[in-house]
């Protein structure tokens, strides 16, 4: 008898399923983007807070932040004069547990 994990490793993924997640660690795979979504994961933020966390100046961070946005990996609503980021698409969480998890086995 297959275990519930193996019964979920022994599925093949779709193409479309694939297609998505790739879209979205090919995004990922820059350190501040997933500082971003670290930061991101407690709560809405501004550029400048973002920007705080990355190190990088306002434009770059500003660039990663457009970058996620238009890949709609994350979601953004004005609040006065400031644009307020959030997560958008709920892979991306996953994407961060997964390289959680793999820290902790290699600790």
């Known amino acids: 008898m297959l275990s519930a994990l193996e019964n979920i490793m022994a599925e093949p993924l779709s193409e479309d399923f694939l297609s998505n997640v790739c879209s979205i660690v090919?995004?990922?795979?820059?350190?501040?983007?997933?500082?971003?979504?670290?930061?991101?994961?407690?709560?809405?933020?501004?550029?400048?807070?973002?920007?705080?966390i990355t190190g990088l100046s306002q434009p770059v961070t500003s660039q990663h932040l457009r970058l996620m946005r238009d890949k709609?990996?994350?979601?953004?609503?004005r609040d006065g004069n400031a644009i307020l980021y959030s997560i958008a698409d709920p892979?991306?969480?996953n994407i961060l547990y997964c390289l959680r998890k793999t820290r902790d086995q290699r600790a």
């Open 72 to 77: 709609r990996i994350l979601a953004a609503r």
């Open 26 to 52: 090919k995004i990922l795979g820059h350190p501040a983007r997933i500082q971003i979504i670290e930061r991101l994961e407690t709560g809405e933020a501004n550029v400048t807070e973002l920007q705080e």
């Open 91 to 93: 892979v991306t969480l």
